[in-house]
């Protein structure tokens, strides 16, 4: 099956600097790549999504990039504000697998005021 | 407010005994999920249904079970059969492929989740 790696596991930066998750995936079929923030007691909610036949995409200050080669994407923010503190997984989705997403560990990430 | 409901937000069980959690959503959604999330293993898919009467085992169906009777509700049952049901339940649905705004993306959205304890 599908295997996702999400790294880091934890990320602490300074308000204001940027911050870069990245995952790599191990199905070449894979074709859609979410991104999902998770506020403490609350479900996931999707920030941003790319799919494989896109290598970038923007939503003012967040981003996402996707290396098909390499089999790994990334998101980054930038501009950090203390209400980017949550935890951020990644998935990925195999062909027409409908909405069977196979999700990262996440990713902790803290701005610092 | 369309959204999906689940109940309890908390719940302990002892061990032996069967749970169902609840999960009800007004968002006229086909497809309902069930995730697992535990610290450090992100969300793992326990069962999921792409239409009513009809659902398939995901990755960790293992000592669950799940009915999905009508289009709103999709609960999920642990059972003492689940060696370690303690853990942070989240339940999703999503417009079926081909026929949301993204055109397939199977945009998910999640409940804000049942955090069950066993005793």
């Known amino acids: 099956g599908e295997n996702v790696e999400q790294h880091p596991s934890t990320l602490s930066v300074q308000e204001g600097d940027s911050a870069v998750i990245k995952c790599t995936y191990s199905d070449s079929a894979s074709n859609y790549f979410p991104w999902y923030k998770q506020e403490l007691g609350k479900g996931p909610q999707l920030i941003i999504d790319?799919?494989?036949?896109?290598g970038e995409k923007k939503d003012q200050r967040i981003a996402v990039t996707l290396n098909k080669t390499a089999k790994h994407f990334s998101l980054h923010i930038t501009e950090t504000q203390p209400e980017d503190s949550a935890v951020y997984f990644c998935?990925?989705?195999?062909?027409?697998?409908?909405?069977?997403?196979?999700f990262g560990q996440g990713t902790i990430l803290t701005v610092h005021p | 407010d369309g959204g999906i409901t689940q109940s309890p937000k908390y719940l302990f069980r002892k061990e032996g005994q069967n749970v169902t959690l609840s999960c009800e959503q007004n968002?006229?959604?086909?497809?309902m999920y069930w995730y697992r999330q535990d610290p450090g293993q992100g969300l793992r898919l326990i069962y999921y249904s792409q239409i009513v009467n009809d659902f398939q085992k995901g990755d960790i169906a293992e000592g669950y079970s799940v009915s999905r009777e009508k289009k709103e509700s999709f609960p999920l049952t642990v059972t003492s059969a689940q060696k370690n049901p303690t853990a942070f339940y989240l339940c999703?649905?999503?417009?079926?492929?081909?026929?949301?705004?993204?055109?397939?993306?199977?945009?998910?959205?999640f409940g804000a989740g049942s955090r069950l304890t066993v005793l």
């Open positions: 999703a649905s999503s417009i079926e492929p081909g026929t949301g705004v993204y055109g397939g993306a199977n945009v998910l959205t």
């Open positions: 968002l006229n959604h086909d497809a």
């Open positions: 998935a990925v989705r195999r062909g027409t697998s409908y909405g069977k997403l196979t």
């Open positions: 790319i799919r494989s036949n896109v």
